[in-house]
C-alpha cells in the first residue's frame, strides 16, 4: 500500500504541503484530487524521492520509495509524460529502463503491445510523439518491472476518448488484480468511473477522503419541477437542506425516497427524480476546494 502520514514541505512560509495524511489500498484505485497549486504534484514528488519533506513520511510497500533496492520492480510510476528524453527513440527509452532494472528483453516488446505502440512508432523520436503518444510510453516504463504500485499524474493528457478507455480499463484490470493505483488527474468524470476511494486536497491540506460512493452518496439528490420555488420551500419545511437551479431543477440533501415523498405530499408533480451522480463529483469537488479555485465568476458576468 501507500502511506501517507502527516506529510509536509514548506518553502519558506508557505505550506506547499501541509499536514497531508492518508493511504492507498491495495485492489483499489484512489484518485487523488485537487486544484492547481494545491499540493497535489509536490506530494506526489515527495512520495517519490523527488523532494524531501519538511516533516512526515511517505512510504510505498512499507518503506519510503529511496530505499526500495529496485523502485521500478515495486512501484510504476508516471509523473511528466513530457519531461522524456525527446532524442531517445520510443524503444530506446524502453530498453534503458529494462537494462536498468535488469529485466529481459522480451519485456520491452511486451510492453509496446500492451500499450498500443506499434514497432514503427517505437523507432520515432519521443520529440515528434503525440502526448497521447508519450504518456502511452510512459505508462509502458511505468509497468515495464512489472510492479505491484501504480503512481500516476494526469496520465490520461492527451489521450483521445478510445484512449481514455483504454487508460481507464488498464487501471481497474491491475487494481482488480491486487495492485495499488494512486490517480491524480482533473479529468473528474474519469475519477468518477474508475475510482474506488478519493482524496481532495486544496490548500495543501486534505479536505475530504473515503470510499468514492459514500463521498458521493452525501452529494444529494437532483429533483425538477414545474414549480421550483414550491419544491425548495416543501423540502425546506421537512428539514432539508435545498438549492434551486434552472428549469425548477433543484439538489437537495433528501435521499431519492425522501424527497419524492415531500413532493408528494405537496401536491408537486416531478418531471425529474435521481441521485445526482452525473454532476456529483464534479459538484463536491467546487465545493470542497472553492476557496482555492482561480476562475470564481461566470463567464457571464465578464460582460
Do not use: C
Not at 470510499?211 to 444529494?220: C, D, N, V
Amino acid at each position: 500500500m501507500i502511506r501517507i502520514d502527516s506529510l509536509t514541505k514548506r518553502y519558506g512560509d508557505l505550506a506547499a504541503v501541509d499536514d497531508v495524511s492518508f493511504t492507498a489500498f491495495p485492489g483499489r484505485v484512489t484518485g487523488f484530487l485537487g486544484p492547481n497549486g494545491a499540493g497535489k504534484s509536490t506530494t506526489l514528488r515527495l512520495l517519490t524521492g523527488l523532494a524531501t519533506s519538511s516533516s512526515g513520511r511517505a512510504t510505498v510497500l512499507g518503506r519510503r520509495y529511496a530505499d526500495l533496492p529496485n523502485p521500478g520492480l515495486d512501484v510504476g510510476v508516471l509523473l511528466d509524460a513530457s519531461a522524456q528524453h525527446g532524442g531517445r527513440t520510443g524503444r530506446e527509452t524502453l530498453v534503458l529502463a529494462q537494462r536498468t532494472m535488469g529485466l529481459p528483453d522480451a519485456q520491452v516488446d511486451a510492453m509496446l503491445d500492451l500499450v498500443g505502440l506499434t514497432r514503427t512508432e517505437s523507432r520515432r523520436r519521443v520529440r515528434d510523439y503525440s502526448l497521447g503518444m508519450r504518456q502511452r510510453l510512459g505508462i509502458a516504463t511505468a509497468l515495464l518491472g512489472d510492479p505491484r504500485v501504480l503512481i500516476l499524474d494526469e496520465p490520461a493528457n492527451g489521450l483521445d476518448p478510445a484512449g481514455i478507455r483504454w487508460m481507464r480499463d488498464l487501471l481497474r484490470s491491475f487494481a482488480d488484480d491486487g495492485g495499488t493505483v494512486l490517480l491524480s488527474s482533473h479529468l473528474l468524470a474519469e475519477i468518477e468511473l474508475v475510482a474506488d476511494d478519493i482524496v481532495v486536497i486544496g490548500h495543501g491540506r486534505v479536505v475530504a477522503s473515503g470510499a468514492t460512493h459514500e463521498l458521493l452518496a452525501a452529494s444529494g439528490t437532483l429533483v425538477r419541477a414545474h414549480d421550483g420555488e414550491a419544491l425548495v420551500s416543501a423540502l425546506a419545511s421537512a428539514g432539508y437542506r435545498a438549492t434551486p437551479g434552472a428549469d425548477g431543477t433543484v439538489v437537495t440533501d433528501a435521499g431519492p425516497a425522501d424527497a419524492g415523498r415531500v413532493a408528494f405530499a405537496a401536491g408537486l408533480p416531478l418531471v425529474e427524480l435521481r441521485s445526482a451522480d452525473g454532476t456529483a463529483l464534479e459538484e463536491m469537488f467546487l465545493d470542497l476546494t472553492a476557496d482555492d479555485q482561480r476562475d470564481p465568476h461566470p463567464i457571464g458576468a465578464l460582460a
